[in-house]
């Protein structure tokens, strides 16, 4: 590794020690990072982690950097060499043998294949489309929140959050109602697989669950292409794109499979965990809780709320990249078919960019410097719907519960283990009903 001329700051003996001791493999780093994202960000900006076999990049500028050339960072080699990182031909063959075929995510690729992939997708997340689901959303979620509301107790995750996000995702791809529980089981099996975490035991485990998943997809796809209904799982079968010269391209089947299922992941479990930080940040910051009920009747100003709520609290810690080449960033050489991390987390979290943040300032002039969403050509398809479904969760919890307290120490908060996500488990609390 080679590095810039330019001088570091100075490291506290405890940042020197997270350089040199700890990994964002550690259970105890994934669930209170901040400390580490800082001695990164100060020590060593490109930070090779040996116990992941990673490059960690930290800081706002070089996730930049990453995000504007995503030929020599690649997200199909990053992602795909990371899925069951060490058990991946055990892992495609059980899926071609139980599961229907092992699909690729066709989204997770590199210009130009990704551009064709992208602009087919987008059938599925049009403004009105989006639009439209608006009211919809806001019945789900007084159905949840009313449920509660005069228990005066709840968990904020497994009763609101995931419930909300798997209702949605079902109703939009045009699932079957009722399989809320076994939706979450097949999330969580998908996830673990960019998790960097499992056994083989557990990938084992995983792979069963995502051929189950692949066979009811498939099975749901094959009655879309005989009669469509309005779904995105038939926006994405019957997508078309017109051309240049005129002609007319598809989506393969494969590239179908890998994209309702990419919608039906994504669509649930990171919104789920916006949500879930939601409850977390009203139960122990007295500030946001009261920023929220002052700007709850005001669109505009909710807009920003949910937006420094997804700063502060990212739901998604990291994506993947490797090198297509050798590269040099941010001073540091980085060898070709290297693994990267770009950890948003760090980024979002970088006081050079956003003056104290751990502040939650939603009057920020660069609040949309966040890069909770990634950035470039790999830009989250669905952030609008994400925004939608937190914005509208916000502007109900405001309206129906008040002093909102956590029913558990918050050292006994338990998050999935993985570096993708910073996902809680289970969120305990207790709040009173708001009347009127």
Known sequence: ????????????????????????????????????YRAMRKGDRVHFDERLGSWLVSRHEDILSVQADPITF?????????????????????????????FPDAIMSDPPYHTRIRKLMENAFTAHRVKELEPRIREEVVDLLEKVADRGAADAVTEIAVPLTIRVIVEQLGLDHGMEAQISRWS?????????????????ENAKLICDLQNYLIGKMKEREKAPREDMISDIVHARIAMDDGTTETLTFAEAVSLVRALMIAGND????????????????????????????DDRRLTRFVEELLRV???????????????????????????????????????????DPRKFDMDRHNLGRHVSFGGGVHRCVGLSLARMEVKVMAREIARRMADIKLAIAPGDIRYVPTVATRTIEHLPITFTRRQG
């Open 313 to 355: 609290e990212p739901p998604v810690r990291a994506l993947s990249r490797m090198t297509s080449r050798e590269a040099v960033l941010g001073g540091t050489t980085i060898p070709a078919h290297a693994h990267m991390l770009l950890v948003y987390g760090s980024a979002n979290d970088q006081d050079e960019v956003f003056p």
């Open 74 to 102: 690649s997200v199909n080699m990053g992602y795909h060499t990371q899925q069951a990182r060490g058990m991946r031909e055990e892992f495609q063959a059980i899926l071609e043998r139980d599961g229907g075929g092992y």
């Open 1 to 36: 590794m080679t590095t810039g001329t330019a001088a570091k700051p100075a490291l506290t003996a405890e940042e020197a020690r997270l350089l040199h001791e700890a990994s964002l493999r550690d259970y105890d780093i994934q669930a209170h990072p901040h400390d580490y």
């Open 270 to 297: 990171t919104t789920a965990t916006a949500i879930g930080n939601l409850f977390l940040l009203l139960a122990t910051r007295p500030e946001v809780a009261a920023t929220l009920d002052a700007c709850v009747e």
């Open 188 to 204: 969580q099996a998908v996830v673990a697989q960019i998790s960097s975490m499992q056994s083989r035991e557990t990938m084992l």
